[in-house]
C-alpha cells in the first residue's frame, strides 16, 4: 500500500505542529486542517507539505 508520510504546517507562524499518513491513491487532494498550534497557542489552519528527512 502506499501511504505516504506528510506534516501539518500552520498557515500563520509555519511551524510544522503534526506528522500523518495517508493513500495518496484515495486521497489526492491537498489537506487543509484546523488544528492547535503550540506557537499560535490557538487553533489556526494547517496544510499539508512534504515531510523533509
Ligand atoms: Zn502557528
Known sequence: MATEKFALQCSACKSVNYVKSKNRATNPDKLVL???CRRC???TEHNETRLRR
Open 34 to 36: 484546523k488544528k492547535y
Open 41 to 43: 497557542r490557538r487553533h
